[in-house]
């Protein structure tokens, strides 16, 4: 699975406050991620997050290997 910072995820199971779509903020062993709806900010390690991760739609990176200065 390719995923990288700045995607936006779908898991099978919304969470408590009804989105179950994420932004991922931090992608390596672990990711961790920002639920759309509320702003709360869990982390995985990747193996559970592929298994709980539903879609994955890319996010607007325009440029690889370069990181966005924000
Ligand atoms: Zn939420």
Known sequence: ???QVGDSVKMRKPH????????????????KMKCA???HVVMLDRQDFERRCKKVIPGNNASTGDNANV
């Open 1 to 3: 699975m390719f995923i």
């Open 37 to 39: 709806g509320c702003g």
């Open 16 to 31: 408590p406050c009804g989105s179950d779509t994420w932004t991922l903020t931090r992608v390596g062993a672990d990711v």
